[in-house]
């Protein structure tokens, strides 16, 4: 049973534009979200983290949004570069579990176009 | 440099045979865990330590084995009774304080079984 889900297996945008990854998740304990970026045959690399006290945090290019009614949580990219091609992990957690384990998605291919 | 290492990056080895893949970080943390890939499929936790000499299964611990006999060190062992051991497998490691665990990668293996 998926507790995160990443619908969109594959999102393809133009360089310049808005690249938006959501994800979504079933466990209502969960209260802290990352966002790991991955390119092929290397390590998966943090990007950008939220937790649930907050709706939105802003790093540079990149935004997560946070809506916890409809246990959703979106990756905003603005500008899109083509660097930024790789594929997106959305992650969760319990801050409040003596696990400290994180559980993934699947995973969404990003494909910026020159 | 604080990092992770994972050696080695490919590794080739014939069916039936136990393999030990190898990770060190020197970021002083804690927390160690190691996770698996496959194609089209999020990253899937295989065991985990919190502290030297103490480890828990993750969710597909079977065929697989661990130490932590130095905070340092968490060596993976792929045996034989792993049933399709062929995948990527990373290691990651975190800290434990505050519960925003936040885990940093090593670049990963590759193990093909022939």
């Known amino acids: 049973d998926q507790q995160v889900k990443q619908n969109s297996p594959s999102l393809s945008v133009q360089e310049g534009r808005i690249s938006i990854l959501n994800c979504d998740y079933t466990?209502?304990?969960?209260?802290?979200f990352l966002w790991y970026k991955k390119y092929p045959a290397e390590g998966p690399t943090f990007l950008i983290s939220?937790?649930?006290?907050?709706d939105k945090n802003e790093d540079g290019r990149f935004t997560v949004f946070l809506n916890k009614s409809a246990k959703h949580l979106s990756l905003h990219i603005v500008p899109s570069q083509p660097g930024d091609s790789a594929v997106y992990f959305c992650a969760a957690s319990e801050r409040g579990g003596s696990n400290y384990k994180l559980t993934f998605g699947k995973g969404t291919l990003l494909t910026v176009n020159p | 440099d604080g990092g992770i290492t994972q050696s080695p990056k490919y590794l080739f080895r014939k069916e039936g045979q136990n393999v030990t893949l190898s990770c060190e970080q020197n970021?002083?943390?804690?927390?160690m865990y190691w996770y698996r890939q496959d194609p089209g499929q999020g990253l899937r936790l295989i065991y985990y330590?919190?502290?030297?000499?103490?480890?828990q299964k993750g969710d597909i611990a079977e065929g697989y084995s661990v130490s932590r006999e130095k905070k340092e060190s968490f060596p993976l062992t792929v045996t034989s009774a792993q049933k399709n051991p062929t995948a990527f497998y990373l290691c990651?490691?975190?800290?434990?304080?505050?519960?925003?665990?936040?885990?940093?990668f090593g670049p990963g293996t590759r193990l093909t079984v022939l």
């Open positions: 970021l002083n943390h804690d927390a």
């Open positions: 939220i937790s649930s006290i907050k």
């Open positions: 990651a490691s975190s800290i434990l304080s505050g519960g925003y665990n936040e885990q940093f």
């Open positions: 466990n209502s304990m969960f209260d802290y």
């Open positions: 330590s919190q502290i030297v000499n103490d480890f």
